[in-house]
């Protein structure tokens, strides 16, 4: 064979027949995800801001342009480690999805509500380079687990968010939530079942809030909770929301308490409970739960 720079389609394949070896066929069409480490999108205060991407492709088509779904990692709002689910979210990126996750201003850099103005900035940047990152730019949903699912509940019903959006004539809006067991409601006293400072000025969402003593603030524990922020009139995308029943971390009754609050609001929502599931763990990665999220993102996006 002669030396030089072949293309893929002009080299000649192997074809000569070898003894015991077998050869296994092939499509072209098998997916991998290629992972891009942190991309800057923001700089905000003098706090640069990173995603995590993960680009999926095939041999076929090596640079496919794809929905994007733009995903929170939680950590009760205080420092994140966006590297943890990466693993996870691979699966979905393997589906046909580019998965990019948001790293927020965290509560000790900034109170609420800048990690949902971060999030939306973040889907701003990935529309406004939707080409370089091989996203079509029409199709870009918001999912995130735990204070990442409360942020990304956030990111897809705020629209009045102008001045903070550092990227001007780009739109946040998405298609679609997808909120995995979202610390979304800390209204009731045992919404957060293992957090015995709960509502205190030192517990996680008390420090969100600027260090409140939220016991004592009615209105701005209202303002944190997301179901007490939707009515008739709220614009909301499609949401599918996911909950283990014994989450000793958040409470699978604040999930509940948001569904039937945009069930009552008339807003599209699907909810699933997880028998015995606690705060996050394998059962929410299985075969038969991404098949629920690629089937109500194909629906909403495609």
Known sequence: MELKDWTYEELPEFTEPVEGVSVLSTTGDEVSVTYLSDVAYAEVGGVTLHLQILQPGSRNRPEM?????????????????????????SKLAARGYVVAIVEYRHSGLAPFPAQIMDARNAIRFLRKNAALYHIDPDKI???????????????????????????????????????????????????????????????????????????????????????????????IPPTLIFHGTKDRTVNCAGSVALYRQMKKCGKDVTMYLLQGADHGGPEFWTENVLDIVDGFLRRCLL
């Open 65 to 89: 342009v794809c929905p994007c779904v733009v995903f929170v990692q939680g950590s009760a709002w205080f420092p994140q480690n966006v590297y943890t689910q990466i693993p996870r979210l």
């Open 141 to 235: 949903a918001v999912s995130g687990d735990s204070s990442g699912g409360h942020t990304a509940m956030f990111a897809g019903m705020i629209h009045d968010d102008e001045r903070e959006n550092l990227y001007p004539g780009v739109t946040a809006e998405v298609g679609a939530i997808v909120n995995y067991y979202g610390s979304t409601s800390v209204m009731a006293e045992d919404s957060n079942p293992i957090t015995v400072n709960h509502c205190a000025p030192d517990s996680p969402e008390g420090l969100v809030m600027g260090g409140v003593d939220l016991r004592d603030r009615p209105d701005l524990k209202r303002k944190l909770s997301v179901e007490c922020n939707i009515g008739p009139d709220t614009v």
